[in-house]
């Protein structure tokens, strides 16, 4: 009776999938995809490895991939049935040898005999049980000859796009492998399908852990070396292991079966007895794909009349094909893809030639009817006309910091106050533009804005002012709340961007004067102001949080996220209105909700809630509180946004009722980030709300005489009604574009 293995599989998440653009992209591959069924193609190989039987036992999983898809690698193994041991997080790509060695470094040294079991990520394979069979019968073989054991794919067609594994003599199911072979022409892969010793090759492949070390430190004793150092150097957090990346990086860059297969002493294969398709082409997705009785494979909103034999697939809006055949269509909500079945291998091509142009096509058209501007032009007038307008014009080198407002042509607008508020709003942004590369506006540009902070800012008995006069003398000397959360979000990037040590003293200054005077101890939260008004009001508590999750991913220090999550923990318990779905913005001074101000809810405040807890649920590995912002993205999504224009109305009653139509661009700016995020996330809801608030911002708002600017309020008919440019804005309008060019991977 043959023994009884215990086997660790090793997932491989590297790997852009460029043939299945414009889907799948360097910032979301393949593998985080739900291509062919209602899950994730990551989720379907990590319950491939939790099937149950006799003779084998599959242990935790280990994942590995790039630290840039940490947050979606842990979301999808930790919310799946199978359990995962670790995730190992490459800083860089250094292909598959580098990224198993740095799996089994340590089981080489505590667990030799360990055996390992190798697969990626974004195949097909539609029967777990069969899969198991094979994997059974390859680690019976491994037992006994040791080595290492493939898994081999009967070919079933010519295939060009695939290496092959040669076999030697013998009945199967086990041979030994006389050599692999690379991808071939189309004349050698139809000899290969003739002589039937041809495995195509998988890449799923076992040994045991010790025997793979011995031989990556024979053949590749550096990629040996460097791995097993970025793990020694590695940042564990939890079962995140974060590869130290000078190590890593130094790790020769070359596949497994370069660096050890190919020149292995004992190598078997396994015929696979399971179905297999490695969805790398839409023509193969076609094929492993559920079919209609004209053999097209349709997913989304398809209407086909006449079509036969393809691939429609509409992520975004009503796709109606008629009277073609053995085409892929595939509509995504900023790129539309038409190509004959037979060409699909020319896609990669097409996302290589726009990778080189940086351009990709203009997004797809929404509300407006106008065209959105691509990403690049979108940065571009982010940081080449923007930034350079309200660090130029927008300072007041007259009187210091900057000006309240600038008119439509850009010129200063005459207020007679200026918000300490508006001064730490502009800090932030030209900090966190300096972090992300800018090097425009003038050399002085945060030693101007910080000095005027710090000069006439604090309050001889600690704390920041609210209000100066036009020329810069104080005019109200109260501290908001609100206030000091905005100066503490400034500083966080201001210490980030500069490390001046007197952004950090600054920031501590003023925890510890809101600790002392503005906490309410027998309430809970913060007092309004310094004041102790007779209200309260959940907004400045929403900056709380934002500006100690921002100190929290500056510092890494656990103190700051608790103290976001006192925040937190207001929303859940005071602030979210369980039975309307909404957030209660006005309160009395025991937080009872205030009976003399009439129901009021702003969709604004509920995108932004959205954006800061989805934040919180990851950095706090909360997942709980997804379910608050799935009912505040609800219902902000349904009943929020102006019929007229699409744009996020001010306010409305929390049933949608009696809504007030004008907007404020900043409630689009915190949709766009709410819906990016909430897409990001896997939130259920609208996935193309990103693309209809660009259309809304772009084409309705940032469409003022000067250049770099915007109308920062329309009516329900699309007509502007704002006076000028309030410099606030620029903090909304910067938050959500960075965001949406970092979620395009066009920001470092």
Same mark, same amino acid.
């Given at each position: 009776?043959?023994? #009884?293995?215990?086997?660790?599989?090793? /997932?491989?998440?590297? *790997?852009?999938?460029?043939?299945?653009?414009?889907?799948?992209?360097?910032?979301?591959?393949?593998? $985080?995809?739900?291509?062919?069924?209602?899950?994730?193609?990551?989720?379907?190989?990590?319950?491939?490895?939790?099937? %149950? *039987?006799?003779?084998?036992? =599959?242990?935790?999983?280990?994942?590995?991939?790039?630290?840039?898809?940490?947050?979606?690698?842990?979301?999808?193994?930790?919310?799946?049935?199978?359990?995962?041991?670790? =995730?190992?997080?490459?800083?860089?790509?250094?292909?598959?040898?580098?990224?198993?060695?740095?799996?089994?470094?340590?089981?080489?040294?505590?667990?030799?005999?360990?055996?390992?079991?190798?697969?990626?990520?974004?195949?097909?394979?539609? &029967?777990?049980?069969?899969?198991?069979?094979?994997?059974?019968?390859?680690?019976?073989?491994?037992?006994?000859?040791?080595?290492?054991?493939?898994?081999?794919?009967?070919?079933?067609?010519?295939?060009?796009?695939?290496? +092959?594994?040669?076999?030697?003599?013998? &009945? *199967?199911?086990?041979?030994?492998?006389?050599?692999?072979?690379?991808?071939?022409?189309?004349?050698?892969?139809?000899? $290969?399908?003739?002589?039937?010793? $041809?495995?195509?090759?998988?890449?799923?492949?076992?040994?045991?852990?010790?025997?793979?070390?011995?031989?990556?430190?024979?053949?590749?004793?550096?990629?040996?070396?460097?791995?097993?150092?970025?793990?020694?150097?590695?940042?564990?957090?939890?079962?995140?292991?974060?590869?130290?990346?000078?190590?890593?990086?130094?790790?020769?860059?070359?596949?497994?079966?370069?660096?050890?297969?190919?020149?292995?002493?004992?190598?078997?294969?396994?015929?696979?007895?399971?179905?297999?398709?490695?969805?790398?082409?839409?023509?193969?997705?076609?094929?492993?794909?559920?079919?209609?009785?004209?053999?097209?494979?349709? $997913?989304?909103?398809?209407?086909?009349?006449?079509?036969?034999?393809?691939?429609?697939?509409?992520?975004?809006?009503?796709?109606?094909?008629?009277?073609?055949?053995?085409?892929? @269509?595939?509509?995504?909500?900023?790129?539309?893809?038409?190509?004959?079945?037979?060409?699909?291998?020319?896609? %990669?091509?097409?996302?290589?030639?726009?990778?080189?142009?940086?351009?990709?096509?203009?997004?797809?058209?929404?509300?407006?009817?106008?065209?959105?501007?691509?990403?690049?032009?979108?940065?571009?007038?982010?940081?080449?006309?923007?930034?350079?307008?309200?660090?130029?014009?927008?300072?007041?080198?007259?009187?210091?910091? @900057?000006?309240?407002?600038?008119?439509?042509?850009?010129?200063?607008?005459?207020?007679?106050?200026?918000?300490?508020?508006?001064?730490?709003?502009?800090?932030?942004?030209?900090?966190?533009?300096?972090?992300?590369?800018?090097?425009?506006?003038?050399?002085? !540009?945060?030693?101007?804005?910080?000095?005027?902070?710090?000069?006439?800012?604090?309050?001889?008995?600690?704390?920041?002012?609210? !209000?100066?006069?036009?020329?810069?003398?104080?005019?109200?000397?109260?501290?908001?709340?609100? &206030?000091?959360?905005? @100066?503490? !979000?400034?500083?966080?990037?201001?210490?980030?961007?500069?490390?001046?040590?007197?952004?950090?003293?600054?920031?501590?200054?003023?925890?510890? +004067?809101?600790?002392?005077?503005?906490?309410?101890?027998?309430?809970?939260?913060?007092?309004? #102001?310094?004041?102790?008004?007779?209200?309260?009001?959940?907004?400045?508590?929403?900056? +709380?949080?934002?500006?100690?999750?921002?100190?929290?991913?500056?510092?890494?220090?656990?103190?700051?996220?608790?103290?976001?999550?006192?925040?937190?923990?207001?929303?859940?318990?005071?602030?979210?209105?369980? &039975?309307?779905?909404?957030?209660?913005?006005?309160?009395?001074?025991?937080?009872? /909700?205030?009976?003399?101000?009439?129901?009021?809810?702003?969709?604004?405040?509920?995108?932004?809630?959205?954006?800061?807890?989805?934040?919180?649920?990851?950095?706090?590995?909360?997942?709980?509180?997804?379910?608050?912002?799935? %009912?505040?993205?609800?219902?902000?999504?349904?009943?929020?946004?102006?019929?007229?224009?699409?744009?996020?109305?001010?306010?409305?009653?929390?049933?949608?009722?009696?809504?007030?139509?004008?907007?404020? !661009?900043?409630?689009?700016?915190?949709?766009?980030?709410?819906?990016?995020?909430?897409?990001?996330?896997?939130?259920?809801?609208?996935?193309?709300?990103?693309?209809?608030?660009?259309?809304?911002?772009?084409?309705?708002?940032?469409?003022?005489?000067?250049?770099?600017?915007? =109308?920062?309020?329309?009516?329900?008919?699309?007509?502007?009604?704002?006076?000028?440019?309030?410099?606030?804005?620029? =903090?909304?309008?910067?938050?959500?574009?960075?965001?949406?060019?970092?979620?395009?991977?066009?920001?470092?």
């Amino acid at each position: 009776m043959k023994s #009884s293995h215990t086997i660790t599989p090793v /997932v491989l998440c590297g *790997g852009a999938g460029s043939r299945l653009w414009p889907m799948s992209r360097d910032s979301m591959p393949k593998q $985080f995809h739900k291509l062919v069924n209602d899950k994730t193609l990551l989720t379907n190989t990590l319950e491939r490895v939790d099937w %149950k *039987g006799e003779r084998l036992r =599959y242990l935790p999983t280990r994942i590995v991939g790039g630290a840039a898809f940490e947050s979606l690698l842990v979301e999808q193994g930790e919310t799946g049935s199978t359990e995962v041991e670790r =995730y190992i997080l490459e800083p860089l790509i250094r292909d598959t040898a580098a990224a198993i060695a740095s799996a089994i470094a340590d089981l080489a040294e505590s667990d030799p005999q360990r055996m390992v079991l190798v697969l990626p990520s974004d195949h097909q394979i539609s &029967d777990a049980g069969a899969f198991f069979d094979v994997i059974r019968t390859g680690a019976d073989a491994l037992a006994e000859r040791g080595g290492i054991m493939t898994i081999g794919i009967a070919p079933t067609r010519p295939e060009t796009q695939y290496g +092959y594994i040669e076999r030697g003599e013998g &009945d *199967g199911p086990v041979y030994d492998v006389t050599r692999f072979r690379e991808k071939p022409d189309l004349a050698t892969a139809e000899t $290969f399908l003739a002589s039937g010793r $041809f495995f195509w090759n998988g890449g799923i492949f076992m040994f045991r852990a010790g025997e793979m070390a011995a031989e990556l430190e024979r053949q590749q004793p550096e990629v040996w070396a460097q791995a097993r150092l970025a793990v020694e150097r590695a940042e564990i957090d939890g079962k995140c292991c974060r590869l130290n990346a000078e190590a890593f990086a130094a790790s020769p860059k070359i596949s497994i079966d370069y660096a050890v297969m190919e020149n292995a002493p004992v190598i078997g294969v396994v015929a696979a007895s399971f179905d297999w398709n490695d969805l790398g082409s839409w023509n193969q997705l076609h094929d492993g794909s559920p079919l209609d009785e004209a053999g097209n494979a349709r $997913f989304g909103d398809v209407v086909a009349i006449d079509v036969k034999n393809s691939y429609l697939r509409s992520e975004d809006r009503l796709l109606a094909v008629a009277g073609l055949e053995n085409i892929i @269509v595939v509509s995504q909500p900023d790129a539309l893809l038409i190509a004959h079945r037979d060409k699909s291998h020319l896609v %990669k091509d097409i996302a290589q030639q726009i990778k080189q142009t940086g351009e990709w096509p203009p997004l797809a058209v929404a509300h407006s009817g106008r065209p959105v501007p691509s990403p690049r032009v979108i940065r571009k007038w982010l940081f080449d006309t923007a930034l350079p307008l309200w660090a130029g014009a927008g300072l007041d080198r007259a009187h210091g910091g @900057v000006h309240e407002a600038l008119n439509h042509d850009g010129s200063p607008a005459d207020h007679d106050y200026k918000r300490l508020r508006v001064l730490a709003r502009q800090i932030y942004c030209f900090a966190y533009a300096r972090i992300l590369g800018w090097e425009g506006g003038p050399p002085d !540009l945060l030693e101007h804005c910080f000095d005027t902070l710090i000069k006439t800012g604090w309050h001889k008995d600690g704390g920041w002012i609210h !209000l100066w006069n036009a020329d810069g003398s104080v005019r109200d000397a109260q501290r908001d709340t609100y &206030d000091q959360c905005f @100066v503490l !979000l400034a500083l966080a990037w201001l210490w980030r961007a500069t490390k001046w040590p007197e952004a950090r003293k600054w920031a501590e200054r003023t925890v510890a +004067y809101m600790d002392d005077h503005l906490v309410d101890r027998a309430n809970g939260g913060f007092y309004e #102001s310094s004041l102790r008004l007779d209200y309260r009001r959940a907004n400045p508590h929403m900056h +709380y949080l934002e500006a100690m999750q921002a100190w929290y991913e500056v510092t890494g220090e656990r103190s700051f996220l608790d103290r976001a999550q006192t925040a937190v923990d207001l929303f859940v318990n005071v602030f979210f209105d369980t &039975d309307s779905w909404s957030v209660t913005e006005h309160f009395e001074r025991d937080w009872s /909700v205030r009976a003399d101000k009439p129901a009021r809810i702003e969709p604004g405040h509920h995108y932004e809630w959205v954006w800061l807890l989805l934040r919180q649920a990851r950095f706090a590995d909360q997942p709980q509180l997804k379910e608050y912002c799935r %009912k505040l993205y609800a219902t902000s999504h349904a009943f929020g946004h102006a019929r007229g224009t699409d744009a996020v109305c001010d306010s409305m009653a929390p049933d949608g009722s009696a809504m007030i139509g004008t907007a404020r !661009l900043w409630c689009q700016t915190e949709a766009l980030k709410a819906g990016l995020q909430a897409r990001a996330d896997g939130l259920p809801g609208d996935e193309t709300l990103f693309i209809r608030m660009l259309d809304v911002i772009f084409n309705r708002y940032l469409t003022a005489p000067t250049p770099g600017g915007w =109308y920062d309020q329309i009516d329900p008919n699309g007509r502007v009604i704002s006076k000028d440019m309030p410099a606030s804005t620029f =903090y909304h309008v910067f938050c959500a574009l960075v965001e949406y060019l970092r979620h395009e991977d066009l920001l470092t």
